[in-house]
């Protein structure tokens, strides 16, 4: 019922930079968070950045002064900008929301299908 549409992943040289951006939709009554997450083989997805509905911010320490997450909320979109990036940094990357839908009692988390991005060393 909450579609969740991710773009702007691809492949990069190391120290380069890449925009993703997630535009959620669907009968919401109310967005509370929307963040990133990244899984790459035999690891566990792991917290990106995450920011709140008032604009609070929680970042990874492996993406401090490197990432910057950001939101829209009359568009209803997140976008995290990563700068300097590194062959680490190479994932699926995973648009995340919790929301409340209309005529809900409590939220609930959605995820998008995943991008990829690359970083060559």
């Known amino acids: 019922q909450v579609q969740l549409v991710e773009s702007g992943g691809g492949l990069v040289q190391y120290g380069g930079s890449l925009r993703l951006s997630c535009a959620v939709s669907g009968s919401i009554f109310n967005i509370i968070t929307m963040g990133w997450y990244r899984q790459t083989p035999g690891k566990q997805r792991e917290l990106v950045a995450l920011i709140n509905s008032l604009g609070s911010t929680n970042y990874a320490d492996s993406v401090k002064g490197r990432f910057t997450i950001s939101r829209d909320n009359a568009k209803s979109t997140v976008d995290l900008q990563m700068n300097s990036l590194k062959p680490e940094d190479t994932a699926v990357y995973y648009c995340?929301?919790?929301?409340?839908?209309?005529?809900?009692?409590?939220?609930?988390?959605?995820w998008g299908q995943g991008t990829q991005v690359t970083v060559s060393s």
């Open positions: 995340n929301t919790e929301v409340v839908i209309n005529y809900g009692t409590r939220s609930y988390p959605y």
